[in-house]
């Protein structure tokens, strides 16, 4: 606030009435002291009916307690007594906005003199006003309480003379005439306690309006005289103009006229003697000056149509005033602008404050739904003119309206609007549909669905109402067809205020029996589950039911010979469902084994087909068909429905936990109750002795063993105890476990090996599981069994090395001999070897692992290890005796060529260099000496030439095998086993286990 100093916003509107006595004669007085003679009473009050205030909300907040102080304003006093009045007001805490609340309180002091004018002894009063506020205006969107601290004062006259007198009521005004004090302080505290403090002398006084110094103000005096007649009272004539109208549907101007009586005023004094001007130009009146000619409307203007949406941010309406004069140009008056109120009488209407804006004065529009109730279809917003003659209103009808929609006549209390066509008639069809609720006129448009088999065209009936044209361009299958087609149209409507869009679908027939309401995979079968799959399936039943419906579609031709399509009430249609038949042999036998029963549920044409028993699925899908026929109107029709019975899928491996619990399902829904109670008892019991893969196994095999019955055998009763040795459980189990192991080894080890090494292999097996030596459970230590079983294993091999040694090699006892040492391999990984869960891996793993590398280089590191053992065997001196010689004299042989004619030291020179330094003595026979025996040490003689013609020239080498045993462990295993079939690459097993049936 700047500037000179201001006395702002003054609207202490103090109406002072004098009643009187009446008197003879009112229009001429006599003088002052006369006339002030005849007063008994002044009466000092408020009025509200003559001064109406703005709310206090659009004023400054200590404003507010002013107000309430001038209503209560009431004084009477004796013309010679000074006028003394003090009054306070409160302000109750009022809430605005959702984060300002207000409250204080005021006091209002006036103190004055009646005074009387010099020339018409007219009374007024002369004296001093004062006010005092408190108010405290907390905000918690700006975290700040504010409070304002009025002090003002000043000389105040109220009842100045008016230049023209007609009645016993006289208008004066009256001002402000000086001012001594006007002080506000306003004092801003943040949350956090800091606060601000502004002083300005340039004070807000009033309600509404704003006053400078010395600015008139309307007032009112009543004279009363001593006389006891009262003088004839002038009649004012009230005039009161409504009409009601319907808001245009477009945004703009529209506009009503007003009568020129209500604005300008008319009474019946002007009547008989001409209009009494009460007041003059410069005398602060606000009466109308009445230019001959003139005509006056309202104006009213909107930014939208005639409709209001419920519960939606508020629009906006504006009014003005506009004189046209005589020449018919329109002229603003905002003067009169001003008095226009706007409001509304509907409880669901909410209307804004009325503001000026512009030339116009304008308020905010919302429309309220009734909770819990049906809402009004129209609302009316009333658009008032307070003139001098009276009042003009305007009461608009509004619609009111929810959110917009679509609404196709044809769809009634269906879910979804759906036009049906037959396939390949080429018929015409029409589907009719309204907008409601809109609040604008919006661009509808039609968009079908890509590849639609039809042509669309858009036609508008009128406004807000149209319908669209299909063309069915679809062509009729060659073949039969079992399913309908589906298409969506989407209806788009578009305005400024609106964007929605409503689809209907056009399904397409082919006309005789089709099937709905179930799946169909790519190729045209209806899928139907035959297993459960943790599917929520109907009481006492294990599988879902699968329901389908079936439809009978036939076209006519109406009067006008167009094509019409009927869907079939199939109450009057013969429906009779056959028994499922298969396709191939496979599919028969499962149609004949297969349980199941059809029943038609309480919707008519819709079945249930309900799966009694479970199956498997394979790698080979179930195709069977289902044969349905009806009768209509002396015709049959005929379908055979395509079925693929959907059995149950072998999933990926899965933990073993959860492999557990996908095989007790599958026990119990293959096997019957009398025989899986017992396999799942001892499933359970053995649980922690066995592996993923072994559970995995088993899995398998109960799958595929169950489609193998079904299908390849027919059989609707299988006998799992005979079908599979693991159900019988114990050693079977572990049989069935290791058959499973050299099954799938075999698979890939086929030719000799098969036959040479796995058979003696597994037959060494079995006689170790005979022995229980696959338990492990009870033992204190795993080493502890495993050297009994290595010390067993080891005899029996040392036993088929020297008979191999002694005799001609061949496969066979090769074969034996590795078969031992695989058979060593498999119970060392069985004892010692872990999962990736941490746990020992279970018996078939054990398996695969010493089966898995059948290569010469595996067996040659498996054998090395065992070689020192079998090399401190008495009984194989004289077997290394043999070999050694042989490799001596064959690496002589090819070293050094004609070594026997050599002398001795060339030849022990020869031998050095083979067997290697102090590993080997060479001696003629008669010089030979006794080769020193060191512990651990195997020493042999061997005689590698013998001199016919001198014998004592022959040659003998002593060897220390410990020195030379990893050559001649190599010449050892390549005469052994160098005929023998190893495999050329090492195995890798599948993660996931092979059933072999």
């Known amino acids: 606030m700047k500037g000179k100093k201001k006395l702002a916003r003054l609207l202490l509107i103090i109406m002072i009435i004098v009643i009187a006595i009446p008197f003879k004669n009112i229009l001429a007085f006599a003088e002052p002291d006369n006339y002030k003679d ?27 307690p002013l107000r309430e102080i001038i209503k209560t304003f009431d004084i009477k006093v004796h013309p010679d007594e000074k006028v003394y009045f ?16 207000i409250g204080g309180s005021g006091t209002l002091k006036l103190e004055g003199d009646i005074v009387y004018d010099e020339v018409t002894g007219y009374p007024s009063v002369k ?68 606060s601000s403090v502004n002083e300005s002398e340039d004070g807000y006084f009033g309600l509404g309006y704003t006053f400078k110094s010395n600015t008139t103000l309307k007032g009112a ?78 104006v009213i203007y909107k930014e939208f149509g005639d409709s209001i949406r419920y519960d939606k941010p508020a629009v906006v309406v504006y009014a003005r005033m506009v004189e046209i004069n005589s020449e018919g140009v329109e002229i603003d008056r905002m003067d009169l602008t001003q008095k226009i109120s706007i409001f509304s009488e509907n409880a669901h209407m909410k209307i804004g404050p009325t503001t000026i804006a512009s030339n116009y004065v304008g308020a905010t529009v919302e429309a309220e739904s009734v909770k819990g109730a049906e809402s009004p279809s129209e609302g009316i917003v009333s658009f008032v003119f307070n003139g001098e003659g009276g009042s003009f209103c305007n009461n608009v009808r509004f619609k009111l309206v929810g959110e917009p929609y679509i609404k196709f006549e044809e769809q009634g209390k269906n879910l ?41 065209e ?28 589906v298409f969506n149209v989407e209806v788009i409507a578009e305005s400024n205020t609106d964007n929605i869009s409503e689809a209907f679908r056009v399904a397409i027939y082919p006309e005789g029996i089709s099937i709905s309401i179930i799946k169909f995979d790519k190729d045209g079968y209806a899928q139907i589950g ?112 395509p079925i693929r019975l959907i059995g149950e899928p072998f999933n990926e491996m899965k933990e073993k936990k959860e492999e557990l619990e996908l ?85 890939a080890y086929t030719g000799p090996v098969g036959e040479a090494l796995l058979s003696p292999t597994k037959e060494i097996l079995v006689g170790l599981i005979s022995e229980n030596i696959w338990y492990r459970e009870g033992i204190s230590s795993p080493d502890e069994k495993l050297r009994g079983v290595n010390g067993n294993l080891m005899a029996m091999l040392e036993n088929s090395l020297m008979t191999q040694i002694s005799s001609d090699t061949n496969i066979k006892k090769a074969g034996f001999i590795l078969a031992s040492f695989t058979v060593i391999k498999i119970v060392n990984h069985y004892y010692n070897d872990v999962g990736p869960d941490g746990k020992p891996i279970g018996f078939y793993d054990a398996i695969l692992a010493g089966l898995s590398d059948l290569t010469s280089t595996a067996f040659k590191f498996v054998v090395s290890e065992k070689f020192d053992e079998l090399a401190n065997n008495p009984k194989a001196k004289e077997y290394f005796n043999k070999y050694a010689g042989e490799w001596v004299k064959e690496a002589l042989d090819s070293n050094a060529s004609g070594w026997r004619e050599k002398e001795v030291e060339v030849i022990k020179k020869y031998v050095e260099e083979i067997c290697g330094a102090g590993a080997a003595k060479v001696y003629t026979k008669a010089t030979q000496v006794e080769f020193e025996d060191k512990s651990g040490r195997l020493i042999i003689n061997i005689n590698i030439w013998d001199d016919e013609k001198d014998p004592n020239n022959s040659i003998i080498v002593f060897l220390d095998v410990m020195e030379i045993k990893d050559k001649l462990f190599d010449y050892i295993f390549g005469n052994m086993f160098g005929n023998f079939p190893f495999t050329t690459s090492p195995l890798n097993p599948s993660a996931d286990p092979v059933f072999v049936y």
């Open 530 to 641: 035959a297993y459960s799959d943790n599917e929520k399936a109907e009481v006492g039943e294990e599988v879902l039911a699968t329901r389908f419906k079936v439809e009978l579609a036939v076209s006519s031709v109406d009067e006008k010979g167009e094509y019409k399509a009927e869907l079939v009430d199939l109450s009057k249609a013969n429906i009779k469902l056959d028994n499922l038949k298969g396709s191939t042999v496979q599919t028969e036998n499962l149609a004949k084994v297969f349980k199941y029963e059809i029943e038609e549920t309480t919707n008519r044409g819709i079945y249930k087909f309900q799966p009694k028993m479970q199956i498997p699925e394979g790698k080979t899908k179930h195709y069977l068909m289902l044969p349905i026929d009806c009768e209509y109107d002396s015709k049959d029709y005929h379908l055979d429905l």
């Open 221 to 298: 005096v009543s004279v009363t005289t001593s006389e006891t007649e009262p003088p004839e009272k002038a009649n004012n004539i009230s005039i009161d103009q409504t009409i009601d109208t319907e808001a245009s549907k477009t945004s703009g101007e529209t506009s009503n006229s007003v009568a020129k009586a209500v604005v300008v005023g008319i009474t019946t004094s002007v009547l008989a003697a001409g209009l009494g001007v009460l007041a003059g130009a410069n005398n602060g009146s606000s009466k109308v000056e009445d230019s001959k000619g003139s005509t006056y409307k309202m």
């Open 86 to 101: 003090e009054g306070s007001g409160s302000l109750p805490v009022e809430h605005r906005y959702g984060f300002t609340s």
């Open 127 to 194: 004296g001093i006003l004062s006010y005092t506020a408190d108010v405290t205006e907390k905000n918690t969107d700006l975290k700040q309480t504010i409070q304002w601290k009025v002090n003002c004062s000043g000389e105040f006259v109220l009842g100045l003379p008016m230049s023209e007198v007609s009645e016993s009521i006289f208008s004066y005004g009256g001002a402000l005439t000086d001012t001594d004090k006007n002080l506000v302080t306003k004092i801003v505290t943040d949350d956090d306690g800091e």
């Open 38 to 64: 005849k007063f008994e009473e002044v009466h000092i009050r408020y009025d509200e009916t003559i001064t109406k205030f703005n709310d206090w909300n659009d004023s400054y907040p200590y404003e507010a």
């Open 458 to 485: 858009l036609k508008k009936i009128k406004d807000f109402k149209y319908k669209a044209i299909m063309n069915n361009q679809s062509v009729k299958s060659e073949k039969s067809s079992t399913q309908r087609k």
């Open 416 to 456: 979804f609007m759906e036009k049906v066509m037959i396939e390949g008639d080429n018929g015409e069809y029409t589907v009719l549909f309204s907008l409601h609720d809109f609040v604008e006129i919006p661009k509808v448009s039609l968009k079908p669905q890509d590849n639609s088999p039809f042509e669309v």
């Open 663 to 747: 095989l007790l399902k599958r026990i119990k829904r293959y096997m019957p109750p009398e025989d899986w109670s017992d396999v799942i008892k001892h499933i359970k019991e053995n649980y922690d002795i066995m592996s993923p893969k072994e559970i995995r196994l088993l899995n398998k095999s109960l799958y595929e063993i169950t489609r193998i019955k079904l299908l390849d055998e027919a059989q609707d009763n299988i006998n799992f105890a005979e079908a599979l040795d693991w159900v019988i459980w114990g050693l079977e189990w572990v049989k069935w476990v290791g058959d499973q192991a050299f099954s799938y080894v075999a698979m």
